[in-house]
């Protein structure tokens, strides 16, 4: 046997009949039913509507950019300060505590609920409340 001899023993599907005109198929080039089939239709993209929506949004444009306050302990103050140092932003950045943010000091917020016996003086920090009172129990001053 050779391979002009073989031949296929299905029968070829019907061909199916298509639209009018054109070299589309089916539809001739003019889509399915319903909105794609009108004339003068004009879907844009869903990207460039968000996009052009986006600016309209409420405070769009001036979002506060507030920075979180960098937090430290007690425990880490009284390891790196001796009794009677100022404790503030620029401090702390020296004695590698806290880092920079962009170039500029940080917001630095001073937690801790345990003993203290050193008196420091607090400068330009946040300080929570049980913090504040170890402190000013201890003999150090806050501003």
Known sequence: MQTHQISA???NPSKKRVGRGGKRGT??????KGQTARSGR????IVREVLKRYPKLRGYRNRPNKAKAQTISIEKL??????????SPAALVKANLVSRLDG????????GNQEIDKALNV???Q???????LIM????TIR
């Open 42 to 45: 004009n879907f844009r993209p």
């Open 9 to 11: 023993n299905h029968l």
């Open 27 to 32: 539809y001739s080039g003019h889509g399915g």
């Open 127 to 133: 300080v929570s409340q049980t913090a504040k009172e």
């Open 78 to 87: 009284m390891a790196k300060f001796k009794a009677g140092a100022i404790v």
């Open 137 to 140: 129990k201890a003999g150090g």
């Open 104 to 111: 500029k000091l940080p917001v630095v917020k001073i937690l």
């Open 123 to 125: 400068r330009g920090c």
